[in-house]
T-cell receptor
Framework: GAGVSQSPRYKVAKRGQDVALRCDPISGHVSLFWYQQALGQGPEFLTYFQNEAQLDKSGLPSDRFFAERPEGSVSTLKIQRTQQEDSAVYLC??????????????FGPGTRLTVL | GNSVTQMEGPVTLSEEAFLTINCTYTATGYPSLFWYVQYPGEGLQLLLKATKADDKGSNKGFEATYRKETTSFHLEKGSVQVSDSAVYFCALYSGNTGKLIFGQGTTLQVKP
């Protein structure tokens, strides 16, 4: 069965460019999370969607980061005017239910972003 | 705020050795605790979890017990295999949305 997919798997951007990272969650999953994983570190929460509603964006590091999930399925994380410190692996995860402790999060393979 | 601290890696063991990876947490209340594993070239996978104090999570020979008195959730396995080589992350649920707070990860390398 299909898991969470992300594209592209690798992205190289020049400083100042805009990038868009795509996440296809497992079909029917209500909750969708984005995390940022710097080299040698654990993932850090960026934002959370319940269907199309963005209920928590407390982890977005600056107003250059923007995420959307307009139809409650596919999500896009956009980074404007990329900086070198944005270089990281961006992970997407989805879960069947509405947040909470009993809904396992299934992770995608990530998009590795390198900003030169 | 909530946080998770793991022992520094890398951890290098011989096959069939005993494994312990330490994890301690700081949190309000009693959050659910998790171990995730990331095999080379693959995404994060849930390894095991415990939802309340004194619960023991187990899977694939790995175990971890939720100890509220020591705020710990150490990962153990009695006999590691080469195929267990991976990065292991301890994590806890935070808040109503279920976002995960991760430790920095511990790399395990098992040699034949």
């Amino acid at each position: 069965g299909a898991g969470v997919s992300q594209s592209p798997r690798y992205k190289v951007a020049k400083r100042g460019q805009d990038v868009a990272l795509r996440c296809d969650p497992i079909s029917g999953h209500v909750s969708l999370f984005w995390y940022q994983q710097a080299l040698g570190q654990g993932p850090e929460f960026l934002t959370y969607f319940q269907n199309e509603a963005q209920l928590d964006k407390s982890g977005l590091p600056s107003d250059r980061f923007f995420a959307e999930r307009p139809e409650g399925s596919v999500s896009t994380l956009k980074i404007q005017r990329t900086q070198q410190e944005d270089s990281a692996v961006y992970l997407c995860a989805s879960s069947l239910g509405y947040g909470g402790m009993n809904n396992e999060q299934f992770f995608g393979p990530g998009t590795r972003l390198t900003v030169l | 705020g909530n946080s998770v601290t793991q022992m520094e890696g890398p951890v290098t063991l011989s096959e069939e050795a005993f494994l312990t990876i330490n994890c301690t947490y700081t949190a309000t209340g009693y959050p659910s605790l998790f171990w995730y594993v990331q095999y080379p070239g693959e995404g994060l996978q849930l390894l095991l979890k415990a939802t309340k104090a004194d619960d023991k999570g187990s899977n694939k020979g790995f175990e971890a017990t939720y100890r509220k008195e020591t705020t710990s959730f150490h990962l153990e396995k009695g006999s590691v295999q080469v195929s267990d080589s991976a990065v292991y992350f301890c994590a806890l649920y935070s808040g109503n949305t279920g976002k995960l707070i991760f430790g920095q990860g511990t790399t395990l390398q098992v040699k034949p």
